[in-house]
């Protein structure tokens, strides 16, 4: 990447030989899992990937956004499974940074250490991508706020320790009514139930009912009102994130894909001959290399403080996109080979398809995008 500091090229590295040395050997199958097995967790925590942005506050050394987005990709070439334990644990210690110091101490040590999993719920059975229109409630009673509600497509939802939900605290506050809470699983009245997806298998997502859950008020994250603007802050790098991890695993699927068509023999010639065949390699290879660009700008842009949330809503839209464009074409130029499930292809496809759903829609993103390109007076408003 040409703004990658020496630094960062030599952490690219590191990250490289770690993903290829401890996550691909038995990736393949645990891509097919119904859980995230332990050993990811630690080996993931023995390497500090799980506290990559735990504040010094925490006791934590921060990483710029960059190198984390440099993490994402990298592993996501040879383990997806590992992409949601990373993406929720940095969403955690984004999170503690508002939560009271009794709190921290106990849970942010067994998170970095991979001991406990966190996950997070905002979409609900009736809104998804309004944000504003949830209807789980937090109403406080003295020391507790008494919450109930249902949170749908929760990522991680079946192993989670903590989920960390939006809520409503003032039904008539709109965005400003909106409040978070950290939620551990033991307390009474929780429940879930897994949903049975095509795609991302180890994420285990699932809906979560509460039912009168009593969560003490140190538990609340922030002010009340505060929870809608806390998120779309997270919002703005996660997005990202989750499109360099899209990306990582079409880099994978191209790099395989080139070498199997100098191998392969067709009519005298290996394929890679054939425009027919050359030229797709040629058209994804340049999406691919755009999206990586959006994607690392946008996060180049936080690292100095400057506007993103444009360059975000960008790289989620168009980094998936051309993310599965890749797979598939990859896929295909194996033929029966990749859709074979001894190939990685047919799990990369599928596990693809979900980035382009996870934190946010491209309909959204686009909205977005116009709004900020366009101005308040004058952006689209659905």
């Given at each position: 990447m040409i703004f990658f500091t020496e630094a960062q090229k030599q952490f690219c590295s590191q990250v490289k030989d770690f993903a290829l040395k401890e996550l691909a050997p038995g990736a393949n199958e645990r891509a097919k899992l119904d859980t995230i097995v332990p050993e990811v967790f630690k080996k993931l925590a023995d390497e500090?990937?799980?506290?990559?942005?735990?504040?010094?506050?925490?006791?934590?050394?921060?990483?710029?956004?960059?190198?984390?987005?440099?993490?994402?990709?990298?592993?996501?070439?040879v383990d997806f499974s590992a992409m949601i334990v990373l993406l929720n644990q940095i969403l955690m210690n984004w999170m503690m940074e508002w939560v009271p110091e009794e709190v921290r101490k106990e849970w942010q040590p067994p998170f970095g250490n991979g001991e406990k999993f966190s996950c997070f719920g905002n979409t609900e059975p009736n809104c998804g991508s309004d944000a504003t229109a949830i209807r789980t409630s937090a109403v406080q009673v003295g020391e507790s706020y008494i919450i109930n509600g249902e949170k749908a497509s929760v990522s991680g939802g079946m192993q989670a320790d903590v989920l960390i939900l939006t809520t409503k605290t003032d039904p008539e506050a709109g965005a400003k009514g909106v409040t978070l809470f950290f939620v551990p699983f033991d307390l009474p009245g929780i429940s879930r139930s897994r949903f049975v997806?095509?795609?991302?298998?180890?994420?285990?997502?699932?809906?979560?009912?509460?039912?009168?859950?009593?969560?003490?008020?140190?538990?609340?994250?922030?002010?009340?009102?505060?929870?809608?603007?806390?998120?779309?802050?997270?919002?703005?790098?996660s997005r990202v994130l989750v499109g360099l991890a899209a990306?990582?695993?079409?880099?994978?699927?191209?790099?395989?894909?080139?070498?199997?068509?100098?191998?392969?023999?067709?009519?005298?010639?290996?394929?890679?001959?054939?425009?027919?065949?050359?030229?797709?390699?040629?058209?994804?290879?340049?999406?691919?290399?755009?999206?990586?660009l959006l994607c690392y700008n946008a996060l180049k842009l936080r690292d100095e403080g400057l506007p993103?949330?444009?360059?975000?809503?960008?790289?989620?839209?168009?980094?998936?996109?051309?993310?599965?464009?890749?797979?598939?074409?990859?896929?295909?130029?194996?033929?029966?080979?990749?859709?074979?499930?001894?190939?990685?292809?047919?799990?990369?496809?599928?596990?693809?398809?979900?980035?382009?759903?996870?934190?946010g829609t491209a309909e959204i993103m686009k909205l977005i995008i116009a709004r900020e390109i366009l101005g308040g007076k004058f952006g689209p408003t659905m």
């Open positions: 500090g990937f799980l506290r990559l942005n735990t504040s010094p506050r925490c006791g934590g050394n921060p990483k710029d956004s960059v190198t984390i987005g440099i993490v994402f990709e990298e592993i996501c070439k997806d095509m795609g991302s298998l180890p994420s285990t997502r699932a809906s979560i009912f509460l039912s009168d859950v009593h969560v003490p008020v140190k538990f609340r994250i922030g002010e009340e009102g505060e929870g809608f603007t806390k998120v779309m802050r997270v919002f703005d790098i990306i990582g695993m079409a880099e994978a699927s191209l790099s395989e894909a080139m070498e199997y068509v100098k191998e392969r023999t067709v009519f005298d010639s290996p394929l890679s001959k054939f425009e027919g065949i050359s030229f797709k390699l040629a058209e994804d290879a340049s999406l691919l290399e755009a999206s990586r993103h949330r444009k360059e975000a809503a960008m790289a989620k839209w168009f980094a998936p996109k051309c993310a599965v464009q890749t797979i598939h074409d990859m896929l295909l130029i194996f033929g029966w080979r990749g859709y074979s499930e001894a190939r990685p292809l047919e799990q990369r496809l599928r596990d693809a398809i979900g980035t382009q759903m996870g934190d």
